[in-house]
Nanobody, 122 residues
Framework: QVQLVESGGGLVQAGGSLRLSCAASGNIFSINTMGWYRQAPGKQRELVAAVTSGGTTSYTDSVKGRFTVSRDNAKKTVYLQMNSLKPEDTAVYYC????????????????WGQGTQVTVSS
């Protein structure tokens, strides 16, 4: 059983910072990509940032220069440092893991966290 446990969401004023964490637990052999999506009310879920096992990062344009995604492979944890937050960053943020294998022979699967609310007040 694989679980993704998120933490770090909350309420912050515009211009403030938050750091999200997502730890994967269970029987895990390897993980390809770890990242974060978000979904605001009435909008589609969108990719915010992701990092591959090799350290390659990608960001949606609206967060470039403000957000930083990183991972600790030993801890199977992905982080999202969010600076200079704006009200339009308000959303539920979901941790996403892609290409997780529980053994070397397993088919890679994708998993989602339960979501954590980030609210930025103006």
């Amino acid at each position: 059983q694989v679980q993704l446990v998120e933490s770090g969401g909350g309420l912050v004023q515009a211009g403030g910072s938050l750091r999200l964490s997502c730890a994967a637990s269970g029987n895990i052999f390897s993980i390809n990509t770890m990242g974060w999506y978000r979904q605001a009310p009435g909008k589609q879920r969108e990719l915010v940032a992701a990092v591959t096992s090799g350290g390659t990062t990608s960001y949606t344009d609206s967060v470039k220069g403000r957000f930083t995604v990183s991972r600790d492979n030993a801890k199977k944890t992905v982080y999202l440092q969010m600076n200079s937050l704006k009200p339009e960053d308000t959303a539920v943020y979901y941790c996403n893991v892609q290409g997780l294998k529980r053994t070397a022979w397993d088919r890679p699967l994708n998993y989602w966290g339960q979501g954590t609310q980030v609210t930025v007040s103006s």
